[in-house]
């Protein structure tokens, strides 16, 4: 390590550690409000002397972050984290989910690798942004129901764009071990409803079954996602190199005896750079558009189907020799770099905000969104050594 990286016992830990400890006390699951947590960041970064942007949602519950440090005149580097977490229940936790635990260097708490170690470090690292001669912006950028399709960065993307800023890259510190993250796979998913005829099943075909229909919309996803497995691109950096599709959600049906007149789907498509999820969705909802409806209406022209969609991000892929990948890999200390499957803000940043984007955090994603999840001291400090030197770089 450099002279200016951390170490587990560095003096900043204490810092970082009750800062992570009040952050995971915010119950900002995602069905919410994260003012709460807003208020104290906002009011925590003002007394920094930290300007302060919040991009409130429609409803007035919920609210992002946009925290400048230096001359905001310039390009300089953005840190984006989300506040929001996943829910507990039905979980079974050995400690209070929202109360920060220490034990033998993990620290354990809902949050604390997704992605409020992140967010801690930032912000307990913000006195030295403040105190460093900066001749290049740092940025915080703080969003909220990321959990739910990452829909609380896109106003704060906008709000940027509209502001004219333009940074020179953007770090997301989703929970890589501090790898550097250079690709995720974009998402588009959606329900889709089916509506028959009922009618009691002895006299089963004078009625519409919502879910034989609906099973074999199920057939033309599988179909799909096993062509794309067996025939479709590859990106060989992705654990499972390939563009997949599935059915996650079914219901219908409320008796045996009764032709079932309604059923709901829920599907996916996670993609690779090379394909578009929602060029996929849109192809077998076409089957189910095409083919499907017109028999269902030729028994009953009441019938047909709703679509409803869930969930609809951009992947990310960026260039392994690409400029913000260089810095990465350089204040990281690190070599290498991976693709993910799991989504993240860092796809909007670079499509929607023209923002070259990596992913880089403390945490490991595997204890994400399941009981006892925790973040290591050790990896805290040596996301403290990526910042400080970030911080470094930001004075040149």
Request: with cysteine; charged share 20%; hydrophobic share 40%.
């Amino acid at each position: 390590m450099s002279p200016s990286a951390s170490s587990p016992t560095d003096s900043t830990l204490p810092a970082i550690t009750d800062l992570l400890a009040t952050l995971v006390a915010f119950e900002t699951v995602s069905a919410r409000t994260n003012l709460p947590l807003v208020d104290h960041v906002e009011a925590y970064c003002r007394r920094h002397g930290a300007a302060v942007e919040r991009v409130t949602d429609e409803a007035g519950e919920k609210a992002a972050l946009w925290v400048t440090v230096g001359p905001a005149d310039r390009p300089g580097y953005v840190l984006s984290g989300h506040s929001d977490v996943v829910p507990v229940e039905g979980q079974d936790w050995t400690h209070d989910p929202f109360r920060l635990t220490a034990i033998d260097g993990r620290l354990y708490g809902r949050g604390t690798s997704d992605m409020k170690g992140f967010l801690a470090v930032c912000l307990a690292l913000l006195p030295e942004m403040a105190a460093a001669p900066l001749t290049r912006p740092l940025h915080l950028a703080i969003s909220y129901d990321e959990e739910v399709g990452c829909l609380g960065v896109r106003p704060l993307i906008a709000q940027m764009r509209e502001r004219g800023v333009k940074p020179l890259g953007c770090f997301v510190g989703e929970p890589t071990g501090m790898a550097v993250v250079i690709g995720h796979k974009g998402k588009y998913g959606a329900k889709v409803t089916f509506r028959g005829r009922a009618c009691h099943s002895a006299l089963a075909p004078t009625g519409v079954n919502a879910i034989e229909y609906a099973a074999r919309f199920i057939e033309r996803v599988r179909l799909t996602a096993e062509g794309l497995s067996r025939d479709g691109a590859r990106d060989d950096l992705y654990d499972v190199p390939h563009t997949t599709g599935l059915t996650a959600l079914v219901q219908g049906g409320t008796a045996l005896n009764i032709v079932p007149d309604r059923c709901t789907v829920g599907f996916e498509f996670r993609a690779i750079a090379a394909d578009d999820p929602r060029g996929l969705a849109e192809t077998v909802l076409a089957y189910a558009r095409d083919v499907l409806v017109p028999e269902m209406q030729a028994r009953d022209p009441a019938c047909g189907l709703t679509v409803e969609p869930v969930i609809d991000y951009p992947g990310l892929d960026i260039a392994p020799d690409a400029p913000l990948v260089t810095v990465a890999k350089r204040l990281a200390g690190r070599n290498g770099h991976a693709k993910v499957s799991y989504g993240t803000e860092a796809g909007l940043f670079q499509s929607f905000g023209d923002v070259p984007s990596v992913v880089i955090g403390p945490g490991d994603i595997a204890r994400a969104h399941k009981a006892d999840e925790y973040v290591e001291t050790a990896e805290l400090a040596e996301c403290a050594a990526f910042l400080r030197r970030l911080i470094a770089e930001s004075c040149a």
